[in-house]
């Protein structure tokens, strides 16, 4: 760790390794008891990560607890042609995954799933809104999988490494697997999720994660309960315990309804991929150079109006990644152009339809 009298930076240095201490596998066994139970799958096969490259969104063989079957239309010549896409794309079956999956399933009661270091959130509206991310069967798993841009930065290793500096040109960054991590589900009250800030192990800001405005977060003595709770949660069981960061991280918390309790989320690298939410990172260094000998209270920043800038208002969250299930089913096994052409050709027929 950098001296105390040596000038931070906008970032610390990140190396693959220590990248890799934020992957799942990596900071859950030293913080299982403060997280939600989960079930980590490593490593994941070659023909899996091939499945997930794939083009289009579609479901492994027997994944599904029923039987595959389209009753959509009686146009014979319909399902012709889409036998025809259905042979020239590759089949993939994961029995054995399947079945660990649906062993969680019957643990936990319902899973959601993540990748090393990311989950699909973007991917959520895929299931029914009642209960987001809820996943009961192998087949949910793969759907949300399949349809996030999120986890796509797990599958190359040349994202996770990104801005990473080596000890020398010729260096060759460590073993990285793909690692598939089930969690136990349960409703989640998004007002009460926090991300922490830290650097050279001094905790500096507090934000609200969810883009909403919750009327408690305005009430002072709320705030400065809040501002104990995690202080003393993150003194307690986080400071100084995790070397490999370095003291320079960023971790999600689940406050308890009466915000004085916790469980952690997820970790993630203080660098610029990790999203500051409520802050820059110019502004998170600057509390961090008028932070002397005895640190203040971190900064806590929540979403005060329902005009905050930041706040969400009709627009869904990763909106720019939902798109009709029409298109969806018209864009399995077809490429970007033969898409076009049919997707084009349904809107025609509608509107004469109509």
């Not at 627009?315 to 029409?326: G, L």
């Not at 152009?337 to 509608?350: A, D, G, K, L, P």
């Amino acid at each position: 760790m950098p001296s105390p009298t040596t000038p931070p930076t906008l970032f610390p240095a990140l190396t693959p390794s220590s990248i890799l201490a934020f992957q799942f596998s990596s900071w859950y066994p030293r913080f299982s008891s403060l997280s939600i139970k989960s079930t980590v799958v490593r490593p994941l096969s070659a023909e899996f990560k091939e499945y997930l490259d794939a083009e289009g969104v579609f479901l492994p063989e027997g994944s599904e607890d029923v039987p595959v079957e389209s009753e959509l239309s009686d146009d014979e010549s319909e399902s012709d042609g889409e036998d025809e896409e259905e042979e020239k794309r590759k089949t993939f079956a994961f029995p054995e995954l399947d079945e660990k999956i649906r062993a969680a399933v019957a643990a936990y009661g319902a899973v959601f799933p993540k990748l090393n270091f990311s989950s699909p959130r973007d991917a959520a509206w895929m299931l029914p809104a009642s209960s987001p991310l809820k996943c009961m069967s192998p087949a949910d798993v793969y759907l949300l999988l399949k349809s996030s841009d999120f986890v796509l930065h797990d599958l190359d290793p040349e994202r996770v490494f990104d801005g990473c500096e080596h000890a020398s040109s010729t260096e060759n960054p460590p073993p990285y697997e793909l690692e598939l991590v089930l969690r136990k589900w349960y409703p989640v009250d998004r007002s009460r999720e926090l991300r922490c800030f830290v650097r050279r192990e001094t905790l500096i800001g507090i934000s609200q994660r969810d883009p909403n405005y919750y009327d408690f977060w305005n009430e002072e003595d709320t705030r400065n309960k809040v501002l104990d709770a995690v202080t003393s949660y993150w003194e307690t069981n986080i400071k100084g315990k995790w070397e490999a960061t370095d003291g320079n991280y960023t971790f999600d918390l689940l406050l308890t309804r009466d915000l004085t309790r916790a469980h952690i989320i997820d970790f993630n690298p203080y660098a610029p991929q990790t999203d500051p939410l409520l802050f820059t990172y110019d502004e998170l260094l600057d509390v961090l150079k008028t932070t002397g000998p005895t640190p203040a209270k971190p900064e806590i920043r929540t979403i005060d109006s329902r005009a905050h800038p930041a706040a969400s208002r009709n627009a869904p969250t990763h909106q720019h990644n939902m798109v009709p299930i029409e298109a969806l089913a018209m864009g399995h096994g077809r490429t970007i152009q033969e898409f076009s052409e049919v997707w084009e050709e349904e809107v025609r027929r509608s509107t004469a339809d109509a």
